[in-house]
């Protein structure tokens, strides 16, 4: 996904996605199926930053939903995203009610303990940054910090639209973004062997 | 992962982003969409799992099947550029309509509340003036007092018929009734404060001087109505008993 340039999200096939949409809810199978290989990644990932290991399941659940409701979407492939990520985002709530309700023990902090970032600067730290790695730290984030960076860019949501997604106004979902992504940039740092020279705040850097 | 790939030409990258945003110390020097893009890839890796896409497809065919397609677009659907923004504003307006009405709701049933405990403690008479306008125009001495409150409430439609009658006078006979009914009620129904109506109870117990002083001065004044009126007291007393109930709720009871 990486692109040569500097693009803000990762969007690359809106265009695509929006039209085997339409296909698909003029009843194409297929492209339901395209529409599907290209979202459910992102979704994925969101919903293994709030869910963990569950995430399959609740995207199978949510699957079932947008496949059953998806005459009532009206939009572009942006769109579906959003859409698809806030019926992702009620399955995942929902699990996370009945999932409180009868306490299972944690496995997270362990798998994350075998972890330990082993790079001698940020940059390698970034380059070979593993899924259960990425998956550790954003899950560590404070969980709207956590939702608002998953979103952009896990999911590939801008601004507003990851604020409808949340319900909250797209101001605080961009601060969020930034203090989540400057966290992460943090962590980053300082576990590549500490060094990182002890990050100090950044110097006047717009939120 | 699948990440890994571009170890080399990912850091030939990154070097041109320190330059770009100068000053930046090492431990936030990762461009912000160079964390963006890396972190993105990172939890997006994984291709997808062909039997989940299967089941998104079977319940997708099932959906279609059953005509599930065809269902109306709510405002949560509607996810066209330009919409959600007004959708976002209409939530809000609408949020804020309820809350408004909420407040005003509250207000207007505090004035009510307000309203209603200023005509029992200010007027008095105002629930029994309709009673004792029918009852005690002739404010004879006591005889009518408590033995017509029973009739007019029994009857049911002589409130209504009188209720501008006398406006002076009335109170006091009112009160001797009242105070009778009150501990006809209080001997029937005993402890069970809720089955009286809590105002008529307060009254009660203050005009007794307390709880406890209830007993004793039912009695004094079922003594005092007595001196007044003996024939009656004996051969009307089940029929007022029951009328008490009947009688102070009358609002609701002289209706049907």
Not at chain 2, 95 to 106: I, N
Not at chain 2, 201 to 221: F, N, S
Request: hydrophobic residues 35%; contains cysteine.
């Amino acid at each position: 996904m990486g692109q040569g340039g500097v693009p803000r999200r990762p969007q690359p096939r809106d265009g695509e996605l929006g039209a085997a949409v339409a296909r698909a809810q003029e009843g194409d199978e297929t492209a339901f199926a395209v529409a599907y290989r290209i979202v459910q990644p992102g979704l994925l990932g969101y919903l293994r930053g709030l869910v963990g290991d569950e995430a399959e399941d609740v995207a199978s659940d949510a699957w079932l939903e947008i496949a059953r409701d998806l005459g009532r979407f009206r939009g572009d492939g942006a769109g579906f995203r959003g859409w698809t990520a806030t019926i992702a985002r009620h399955r995942a709530l929902d699990h996370l009610r009945r999932q409180r309700s009868r306490p299972r023990p944690a496995r997270l902090e362990q798998d994350a303990l075998e972890l330990p970032g082993r790079h001698s600067t940020p940059d390698q730290a970034l380059e070979s940054l593993s899924t259960e790695r990425a998956l550790e730290l954003v899950r560590a984030l404070p969980r709207d910090q956590a939702e608002a960076v998953l979103l952009r860019v896990v999911v590939g949501l801008d601004g507003p639209a990851a604020a409808r997604v949340l319900g909250k106004r797209p101001g605080a979902v961009r601060t969020a973004a930034h203090r989540g992504l400057r966290r992460l940039a943090r962590r980053l740092g300082t576990t590549a062997d500490g060094a990182a020279d002890a990050d100090p705040p950044t110097p006047g850097e717009p939120t | 992962m699948g990440e890994r790939h571009s170890c080399g030409g990912q850091a030939g990258r990154r070097r041109a982003h320190p330059d770009g945003t100068p000053g930046a110390p090492a431990g936030t020097a990762l461009g912000e969409s160079e964390l963006e893009t890396r972190f993105g890839a990172a939890l997006r890796a994984g291709g997808v799992d062909p039997a989940a896409e299967r089941g998104a497809v079977t319940a997708f065919r099932a959906a279609r099947a059953a005509g599930a397609h065809d269902a109306r677009t709510r405002a949560r659907d509607d996810w066209r550029p330009g919409r959600p923004r007004r959708a976002r504003r209409s939530l809000r307006t609408t949020l804020s309509l309820a809350l408004a009405s909420l407040t005003l709701g509250g207000v207007a049933v505090a004035a009510i509340g307000s309203a209603r405990s200023g005509t029992e403690h200010g007027g008095g008479h105002a629930p029994g003036s309709a009673r004792p306008s029918s009852t005690s125009a002739p404010s004879t001495p006591s005889t009518p007092a408590h033995t017509a409150p029973p009739a007019a409430a029994g009857r049911g439609d002589t409130p209504s018929a009188a209720p501008s009658a006398p406006s002076g006078q009335p109170a006091h006979p009112a009160t001797a009734g009242d105070t009778l009914a009150h501990c006809r009620a209080y001997a029937q129904v005993g402890e069970r404060g809720g089955a009286l109506d809590a105002t008529a109870w307060r009254r009660l117990v203050t005009a007794a001087g307390g709880p406890g002083k209830v007993a004793a001065y039912c009695t004094a004044q079922a003594a005092r109505a007595e001196g007044g009126s003996t024939g009656r007291a004996g051969g009307s007393g089940n029929d007022r008993s029951e009328d008490k109930g009947g009688g102070r709720r009358r609002p609701t009871g002289g209706k049907p």
